[in-house]
């Protein structure tokens, strides 16, 4: 039987040039008993102006709500329009910045979008809601970037290597600001989130002209854990998803995929494994209860509230 691998070059050239779609969310101004944020805002924008700027990404393709316009009603509106726009050789680039909430009687997280309610459930995105986004597109590699606290809730637990058969595998990768008990830090007001700083910093500090993302999840882990020790990112491939050992990689824009995906080709992938801290200090903006845990967001059984200028 026929693999994709064994297909020639030309017959897969609409797996490896397929559109790059690109959504960007972020919410500053919350209201409704939630404190405002200082940059997220500034970060999702940055975030998206250098994509833009220096890799394979257009406007054409470019989604970004922000502040009132990041609703619940309008991101799942656009989720609904992405699934249906989004083809099978296309790729898709989702970042969202601002608040997240755990709920610890059921240890599920979600997002606070710009109309959410603190204590009120029902006007949260579930986190259950963006996996299922996910998993409904056809898209070849999804990679979703998230820079909230508890935003490793998401997280599920479930030689050389030839570029284009790399490629053309299906991937879905994600990458969290934090660990899934974990508050971070926004930053000062007019400047990023260290998550944010690590990121941009991550693309800058890359010196060739393709960069694969699981390249890019360990410069952020690892610039992220010398610089914010109370602070550990998590960036991986989720199964569960519907990963089947692919990755996505940012092409420069003067740089012609199907010619740098010739089969010719090879990557040398260097793997490190990250050791986590044993003691990971808690945040230096944070408070801790007589129990060792971070007091950001809790959510009691009378469905009371209390969120403070840390992403959470």
Known sequence: MQTREDIPLGTQSQNLTGRNHLVVISV???TNGISPLNNAVSD?????RYLLTNYDFSTVHYHELLDEKASC???LN????LIGEVQEADNL??????HGVVLPSMQRGSWLLADARAGERSTYLANHEVIHFVQSLAAQHVFVVVDSCFSGQMFRRTGPIQQSKLYQKKSRYLLTSGRSDEP?????PGGHSPFCKALLNAFEETAEETLWVGDLCRKVLHELHDSQRDQLPRGEPIKDWGHEGGEFAF???NVDRAVALSPKETLSKKTKEYQE???PAPTKHSQVDTKGNHNITIVDTGGNVSINTDRS
């Open 277 to 279: 801290p044993s003691n």
């Open 44 to 48: 999702g924008r940055a975030f998206g």
């Open 93 to 98: 680039i989702l970042y969202f910045s601002g």
């Open 28 to 30: 500053d101004r919350y």
């Open 73 to 75: 009603s309008n991101v």
């Open 78 to 81: 656009l989720f609904d329009q």
């Open 251 to 253: 092409w420069s824009k």
């Open 184 to 188: 971070v830090l926004d930053g000062p």
